[in-house]
């Protein structure tokens, strides 16, 4: 059974930074994809940032800077550090993971299979 549970949500001041968490179960590919995207309301989920098995990431075009996923292979553990928010920033975030085929790259645009309850962001 997958599990992702995201943690680290909550309100900042428009300009601060905010770290989130998404630890996974139940997941074995040795080959994946693990995402991060949100979606506010009223408004269509969007990708944010993905990574794959061997680190390689990629990002939203609009979030790229201030944005940056990382994963700790050895306790299932994704992390999204944003850094200078916004009020548009304001959302709940997702984590998401895929099974990756080895000769194929992850894209924001892929099916992810399993998803977490998400957590939410507010920027004010």
């Known amino acids: 059974h997958v599990q992702l549970v995201e943690s680290g949500g909550g309100s900042v001041q428009a300009g601060g930074s905010l770290g989130l968490s998404c630890a996974w179960s139940?997941?074995?590919?040795?080959?994946?994809?693990m995402g991060w995207f949100r979606q506010a309301p009223g408004k269509e989920r969007e990708g944010v940032a993905v990574?794959?098995?061997?680190?390689?990431?990629r990002y939203e075009d609009s979030v790229q800077g201030p944005v940056t996923i990382s994963q700790d292979k050895a306790n299932n553990i994704l992390h999204l550090q944003m850094n200078f928010l916004k009020p548009d920033d304001t959302a709940t975030y997702y984590c998401?993971?895929?099974?990756?085929?080895?000769?194929?790259?992850?894209?924001?645009?892929?099916?992810?299979?399993?998803w977490g309850q998400g957590t939410q962001v507010t920027v004010s």
């Open positions: 998401a993971a895929a099974r990756r085929s080895v000769w194929v790259g992850c894209s924001l645009s892929m099916n992810f299979n399993y």
């Open positions: 139940g997941f074995t590919s040795e080959t994946y994809c």
């Open positions: 990574i794959d098995d061997l680190g390689r990431e």
